[in-house]
């Protein structure tokens, strides 16, 4: 029998006759039975006609829909119920424990896990958009030999043939290995085969770290810092907010000392030495704009100010505002003795670290502020190095490639593509077709990390068990896995390598499943000490002549590792803005010199190699350096990434991966096209950040009170009073947020949020719901920069819901601005009238062109918009309707402060955003709004939004102001 | 230049601009009349791949709503059962019966039955039914007595308006959450009354602003 019969919609199937019996089945039951026992023709005309009549109406009717239930029931499923599972994101050397939401068996959003201590609930914007790349149509689908399909049954066979002896020129290369069951089958591999080697490489790495530490203490160490207790932080080139240290749980330390809730708490103070500006610089209380190469020697002069060091001629390089910034902080990092901290960044050279390490250990700071643990001492570069050599005399016959793609990414002198045409097998095991999967004999698929079991041990030794949430789409496989089948490994299934590697009583395996940690891992802390002879015997960097040039991780491709994601190349930059490209970061005065406007293209020659990119002048970048962000400019890759930017790896040596002298800058014909998401950089005078310091708070704690003035508000209508039931608003801290963009990208996962593309960004129709507007303050050559996240302010007196023509938009009672997208439109007056530009609109359909695979991505309780419709944040009315029918339910009617997380508050690590029930007086909103610090953006239009501020403090140094 | 057209040509504009109008008129009131969810959806009553019926199972067995549609309960969706769950007790009871032969097939092969959605809301609609039935309305309110039919029917429009009725005066339909799966259950005194009462102890507010149902 067959299955629901679709509507007929032509009269040609009217005649015909087995469906038209089904059809007048359906449609009168009671006459079925006449005509099957009679036959009549006038019966059948007259049913005919009638039938007729509705005929093209009921093609009105909405098409059949059918419903599939399982066969067989899955333990804990329950349809329309996200299940949450732990598992851990890894980044280079880090890894950040996760929650993931699934539906239906599919992951769907991303969220921190607080019981992680690298992640305390948070996750970076990294994190949340890698969810997209699960469902990216262009990863690697089948094992590929040569050009033809394969299979892993084929390759078990060859690896079964070919892996005999003792391992005689055979390679593995993978990025950094910082998981333990990999590092088990990595050590069998090395067992089995003598005479191969492991090499890690990864673009983005601790090498000078590394080298620092063991200069300065003989042995390498990782350091670990505790911000929460630092009273004065000195960053010398290190973005520890941002992309150069694992950020999360340093921004929340960070941010815990920022947050003033009283006059008389302790604000800490943040010095940084940058040359291009980062998040840390955004944040700092003064800032110092330095070329990279000179930051050493800055090192080596503090060192001399605090009597550490004999005076040194490194002083006399410093100009007269270097030497008095200098002073300052020398004598504020004396005076807190034990509660200071300097950082410095994995861009600087080894001795700049060995000088910050003898600089905290002289300032008491070991124990308290910066701790030990011991680290492995391999060099990356100097792995990689080594293997191009070898690979260019012809003793590497198998390159075993696990992740990575060093065909880009390698330091451009080792010519990696055009060595690796000299190895007799490379079998490359990746996500996606790449620049190094052109280049192979053997393309393995391999699992997303959400979709494999594995393990990783976070950046202080917490490990975490990775379990998949989702068979391989791909049929993909992890390193492990490929490793162990090449090696002969014991166990060959990745489940079998990790539990096995871990071993134990099912009940601890589960929990540690659960909890998304094993407990019982702990890593030793040492207690080195520093050599200062070595140090001091050690000779400072040369000074660069002419432009220096510097490389640096992007903030939305990273190392272009992510290239090929949709929402991560939308995601504005946090500080220039800009969309869909990278540039040439350079300051005013040094544009001025080369004669270059933003856009105009730049010849940038180094060390004999040469690229063309675009410039991009970006206010408070240091003089005479310029900064690259790596990732860019890839020819193989995907539909999103292929093609965008400017690659920037030619210019990277492996003696220069951190920053190098430009032989040559100038100016070529041509220009391009930036995609900027904030071209103005003017509040118009009006009070829309507010900053504050310290010494103001203290003196006055109205100050930002007074800021804002007095207005006269008033309405012309009869105002209703919200005092019942549950009352929604947010207070979002600005003196914590560091602009991570994580909020963003959270938001955009949470909510169905589509991508534009580069042309649409141009014309302002990004679709993000919150965005992140930075504002510059001060003069163009030292500017201050300040963060407001702005998303709707769930106004009270909307201006935006009384000129809906079809009432799309109206207040629920509980003060969320509502949005129906079913009755909109598209008439954008709303749009018109909302005073801080939070709507957004679908200009076009934005979802059309997706591939099936990617909506697999959608939160199913959230609607997908079409064109034409309105949308904007609503303070995740989803989480806030689950939350309170739950307690409908469970017969409970007062919900808690906490139990409903807006995505952007769930994800930010400095726990900057706060919202809640501000009927409730005990609640954290309510709290925060009371303090003085707290302002409404625009508050003299009287639309009473739900959504205050905190101001920004700032604690400047007296002696430098 | 004369007339073009002979005088009887008015009469036949005027008679056409007559049947024009009348035609739009019918049309739309057509339009009008048959769009509206009252007409157009209640009724409706597709045919099912397997012939079951609940007037049997539900009606003449006394099985509870619960039995198959457990998650009623504990999530948004009155989930179709399993397979598993008709494969309880046809695994014994009638097990050769040829009308259950796709039944069997699903549970042997792992596929699912594939059941014709009945009570379709749009995709914009979130309708949830732990809200509701943890509330106390029946399932008799939406669905009517499914206990009686042989095949699922739609009773009601369940078009917004239709629910706001409800959400604007739920007294009239609601009922102690433990009775919420007696179809046929008569109250003994006045029903608002008893809803009122139950409104207030459990300060059941359904929403009827848009994010109540739309998001």
Known sequence: ?961 | MGAIFPKSANGVVRLAAGALLLAAGASIGLYAYFSQPRVLDTGYTPVQPVPYSHKLHAGNLGMDCRYCHFTVERAAYAAIPPTEVCMNCHVRVKPQSAQLQLVRESYARGEPVAWVKVHRLPDYVYFNHQAHVSAGVSCVSCHGRVDQMLEVKQVQPLSMAWCLECHRNPAPHLRPVELVTKLDWKPDRDPTQIGREIMEAKHIAPPVNCSGCHR
Not at chain 1, 230 to 258: E, I, K, N, Q, W
Not at chain 1, 574 to 595: Q, V
Request: with cysteine.
């Open chain 1, 1 to 961: 029998m067959k299955t629901g019969k679709r509507y007929w919609r032509s009269l040609g199937e009217l005649s015909d006759t087995p469906q038209f019996r089904e059809w007048l089945h359906r449609e009168f039951p009671e006459n079925a039975s006449e005509w099957t026992n009679h036959a009549s023709r006038r019966t059948m005309l007259r049913l005919m006609a009638a039938s007729f009549g509705l005929a093209g109406l009921a093609a009105c009717r909405r098409p059949t829909e059918h419903i599939f239930p399982l066969a067989k029931g899955v333990e804990d499923y329950v349809p329309g119920n996200p299940l949450f599972y732990s598992t851990a994101f890894a980044l280079g050397s880090a890894a950040f424990g996760l929650h993931v939401e699934t539906h239906d068996g599919r992951p769907t959003k991303i969220e921190g896990n607080p019981n992680h201590p690298a992640s305390l609930g948070a996750a970076s914007a990294f994190a949340q958009a890698s969810i997209l790349s699960l469902y990216d149509p262009d990863r690697t689908r089948s094992v590929r030999q040569g050009r033809r399909r394969s299979s892993w049954e084929a390759f078990g066979e060859f690896a079964k043939d070919y892996f005999r002896d003792d391992g005689d020129g055979l390679r593995f290369l993978s990025g950094e290995v910082i998981s333990p069951s990999l590092e088990a089958v990595q050590q069998h591999a090395l067992q089995r085969f003598p005479r191969a080697r492991w090499i890690e490489y990864e673009p983005v790495s601790q090498d000078q770290a590394i080298a620092g530490a063991e200069l300065a203490f003989g042995r390498a160490v990782r350091s670990h810092y505790q911000l929460e207790k630092a009273d004065v932080v000195l960053a010398l080139d290190c973005d520890f907010l941002g992309l150069d240290a694992p950020s999360l749980a340093y921004t929340r330390a960070f941010a815990s000392r920022r947050k003033v809730s009283a006059p008389k708490s302790e604000m800490n103070r943040l010095y940084a030495v940058e040359c291009n500006y980062s998040l840390t610089g955004a944040a700092a209380d003064h800032r110092l704009q330095m070329r990279a190469s000179k930051m050493a020697l800055f090192l080596a002069a503090l060192a001399a100010e605090l009597k550490l060091a004999p005076e040194m001629p490194a002083r006399a390089q410093l100009s007269d505002a270097e030497l008095r910034w200098l002073q300052a902080v020398a004598k504020d990092l004396a005076a807190h003795r034990g509660r200071s901290l300097i950082l410095a960044g994995p861009r600087q050279p080894a001795v700049a670290h060995a000088w910050a390490h003898a600089l905290n250990e002289l300032l008491g700071n070991f124990g308290t502020t910066v701790r030990f643990t011991a680290a492995e001492g391999k060099r990356q570069v100097e792995q990689i190095r080594e293997l191009a050599d070898e690979m260019a005399a012809g003793r590497v016959k198998t390159l075993v490639i696990l992740g990575g793609n060093p065909a880009y990414d390698a330091p451009a002198d080792l010519d990696f593509s055009s060595r690796l045409t000299k190895v007799r097998t490379v079998i490359r095991l990746g996500l996606e077709e790449d620049e190094t999967s052109a280049l192979a004999h053997w393309l393995l698929p391999e699992a997303h990390y959400l979709e494999s079991w594995g393990d990783v041990r976070a950046w202080d030794g917490a490990v975490t068990i990775q379990q998949p949430m989702v068979a391989p789409l791909f049929g993909g496989r992890t390193a492990a896995e490929v490793a162990a089948m090449i090696s002969g490994y014991p166990y060959q299934r990745a489940y079998d390598i990790v539990r096995n590697r871990w071993g134990g009583a099912e009940a601890a395996w589960r929990k540690a499943l659960h909890d998304g940690l094993i407990a019982t891992e702990q890593v030793e802390e040492v207690k080195p000490k520093t050599r200062l002879d070595r140090i001091l015997a050690t000779p400072l960097p040369p000074s660069v002549d002419g432009i220096e040039i510097v490389f640096q991780p992007d903030a939305s491709v990273w190392d272009g590792r992510f290239a090929n994601n949709g929402w991560l190349q939308e995601a504005p930059d946090p500080i220039t803005k800009l969309t869909w490209d990278n540039a040439a970061l350079l300051a005013p005065s040094t544009a001025r010199t080369l004669g270059v406007k933003s856009g105009d293209m730049l010849l940038i020659e180094s060390a004999g190699r040469q690229i063309r990119i675009p410039a991009m002048i970006l206010p408070g970048h240091a003089a005479g350096s310029i900064t690259l962000p790596l990732g860019y400019g890839r020819t193989k890759c995907g539909r999103v990434g292929r093609g965008v930017g400017f690659n920037v790896y030619p210019l990277r040596t492996s003696n220069a991966m951190g920053f190098a002298a430009a032989s040559s800058v100038r100016k070529i014909p041509g220009s391009h096209r930036f995609s900027l998401t904030q071209e103005h950089h003017s509040m118009e005078g009006r009070p829309i950040v507010l900053e504050t310091t310290m010494e103001e708070l203290r003196k006055d704690p109205r100050a930002v009170e007074k800021k804002t003035g007095r207005h006269e508000l008033f309405s012309l209508y009869k105002e209703p009073t919200y005092d019942q039931g549950n009352q929604w608003g947010m207070a979002i801290d600005l003196s914590a947020c560091t602009g991570c963009n994580a909020c963003l990208l959270a938001c955009q996962a949470e909510n169905n949020i589509p991508i534009v593309g580069k042309a649409q960004v141009a014309r302002g129709r990004e679709m993000h719901w919150i965005r992140l507007d930075r504002y510059f303050e001060g003069s163009d050559e030292e500017p201050s920069i300040v963060f407001q996240p702005m998303a709707c302010q769930q106004c009270e007196n909307a201006p935006c819901e009384n000129v809906c023509p079809v009432a799309a938009t109206s207040h629920s009672p509980e003060g969320l601005n509502d949005m129906a997208y079913n009755r909109c439109i598209g008439t954008r007056y709303c749009a018109n009238n909302c005073p801080y530009k939070v709507r957004r609109f679908n200009f076009l359909d934005w979802h059309k062109d997706l591939d099936a695979l990617q909506k697999n991505q959608y939160n199913p309780d959230v609607t997908v918009r079409m064109r034409g419709v309105m949308e904007k944040c609503n303070y995740c009315v989803q989480r806030i309707q689950e939350a309170k029918i739950k307690a409908k339910a469970e017969s409970r009617r007062a919900l808690r402060d906490g139990e409903i997380l807006t995505a952007c508050q769930q994800t930010c690590p400095a726990e900057a955003i706060v919202f809640g029930n501000l009927n409730d007086p005990n609640s954290k909103v309510s709290k925060l709004k009371k303090q003085a610090r707290n302002y409404q953006v625009l508050a003299e239009l009287n639309v009473k939004p739900r959504t205050s501020y905190l101001a920004k403090v700032r604690n400047p140094n007296p002696e430098l102001a």
